[in-house]
């Protein structure tokens, strides 16, 4: 069986199951609240990929359908340390 204490703080929140997404304000226009959305997407997309590919940028182009550059800006855009996936 599985329980909350065994699964990774960022699927388990506690108690209550959460919410996805965030929430819809009107004081942000929409093309700054959907560039937020698309960032937040890609950097976790990116950890994802490279999680499963241990830090090897040209795979995780190659899984992402980006560019080995594309990826390679990518992590520094959002200060991946891409050596954190390498031992996983």
Not at 15 to 23: A, I, L, N, V, W
Not at 31 to 47: D, G, K
Request: hydrophobic share 30%.
């Amino acid at each position: 069986m599985i329980r909350p204490a065994n699964l990774p703080p960022d699927i388990s929140r506690g108690d209550k199951p959460q919410k996805q997404g965030h929430m819809v304000g009107l004081a942000r226009s929409l093309p700054e609240q959907l560039a937020e959305l698309t960032r937040s997407f890609e950097e976790r997309y990116l950890r994802k990929a490279l999680k499963r590919t241990r830090g090897h940028v040209g795979k995780c182009a190659k899984i992402s359908g980006l560019s080995r550059r594309s990826v390679t800006e990518k992590i520094s855009q959002f200060k991946i340390d891409k050596t954190q996936y390498k031992g996983e």
